[in-house]
Nanobody
Framework: QVQLVESGGGLAQPGGSLRLSCAASGRTFSNYATGWFRQPLGTEREFVAVISPAGGLTDYADSVKGRFTLSRDNAKNTVHLQLNSLNSEDTAIYYC????????????????????WGQGTQVTVSS
């Protein structure tokens, strides 16, 4: 089992930044890819980004590419998602998830590719 806890959400102004963190405990975190998904109110959960177990590879959804950056510190069992140039469309509950590093980018964006999920943290972008 891997337990995941997100933090760092809150209110940001358009154009602003936030830094989300995902803290893990339980099984060896460095064995797992860590993904971030988000779910705007009333819509389905969507893929945001994923980082490989060792941290050397990342994938991003087109909607966040160039604005969001993933990093991980396996010594601290933590993954960070830096959110820059925020806009209202980024408003959502953000979830981190852990699973195996899938073979294709498409598979890495699937919810079913991840075995463990956090409870989520709310990000609201508003002036």
């Amino acid at each position: 089992q891997v337990q995941l806890v997100e933090s760092g959400g809150g209110l940001a102004q358009p154009g602003g930044s936030l830094r989300l963190s995902c803290a893990a405990s339980g099984r060896t975190f460095s064995n797992y890819a860590t993904g971030w998904f988000r779910q705007p109110l009333g819509t389905e959960r969507e893929f945001v980004a994923v980082i490989s177990p060792a941290g050397g590879l990342t994938d991003y959804a087109d909607s966040v590419k160039g604005r969001f950056t993933l990093s991980r510190d396996n010594a601290k069992n933590t993954v960070h998602l830096q959110l820059n140039s925020l806009n209202s469309e980024d408003t959502a509950i953000y979830y981190c998830a852990a699973g195996r590093w899938a073979n294709s980018r498409a598979q890495r964006s699937w919810i079913n590719s991840y075995d463990y999920w956090g409870q989520g943290t709310q990000v609201t972008v508003s002036s």
